[in-house]
């Protein structure tokens, strides 16, 4: 399966949509179109975003809330961010129907910039400029 497919076969459109909205604003916040380091791949049955063999996060719709799996370590980095969610040791459940979308794209891109950075220290200020691969 792809991602694109994953996508498609989530049956309510409005856990697609908000799962979607997710997905393209950790892709846009991490610049993975131009980031070499960066891959896109469908693994352990979610789109997940990967740093060479490293994965930096998976996200998945499930029943009643998406799942965002950033690690036991963003976890605990972020706690205080993330007080209003469920989360276990490595994963977020953001509950369907969120109102304050908008905060919730910015503490799930800031968690992914952050694992990210964790394993390339040296490509971070390209990314957070919007730079990355050479054209």
């Given at each position: 399966?792809?991602?694109?497919?994953?996508?498609?076969?989530?049956?309510?459109?409005?856990?697609?949509?908000?799962?979607?909205?997710?997905?393209?604003?950790?892709?846009?916040?991490?610049?993975?179109?131009?980031?070499?380091?960066?891959?896109?791949?469908?693994?352990?049955?979610?789109?997940s975003?990967?740093?060479?063999?490293?994965?930096?996060?998976?996200?998945?719709?499930?029943?009643?809330?998406?799942?965002?799996y950033?690690?036991?370590?963003?976890?605990?980095?972020?706690?205080?961010?993330?007080?209003?969610?469920?989360?276990?040791?490595?994963?977020?459940?953001?509950?369907?129907?969120?109102?304050?979308?908008?905060?919730?794209v910015?503490?799930?891109?800031?968690i992914?910039?952050?694992?990210?950075?964790?394993?390339?220290?040296?490509?971070?200020?390209?990314?957070?400029?919007?730079?990355?691969?050479?054209?």
């Open positions: 399966m792809t991602i694109d497919e994953y996508f498609l076969a989530i049956d309510d459109d409005n856990h697609r949509k908000q799962l979607v909205v997710l997905w393209r604003a950790v892709l846009s916040a991490l610049n993975v179109e131009k980031v070499d380091s960066l891959s896109l791949r469908f693994a352990w049955g979610m789109p975003v990967y740093y060479g063999s490293t994965p930096v996060v998976h996200m998945a719709a499930m029943k009643k809330h998406i799942g965002i950033p690690g036991s370590q963003a976890i605990e980095e972020f706690s205080h961010r993330l007080s209003q969610y469920k989360t276990t040791k490595g994963a977020i459940q953001i509950p369907y129907g969120v109102d304050d979308t908008d905060i919730l910015k503490r799930v891109t800031d992914a910039l952050w694992l990210w950075a964790k394993n390339n220290r040296s490509e971070v200020h390209t990314v957070r400029r919007g730079k990355g691969k050479s054209e």
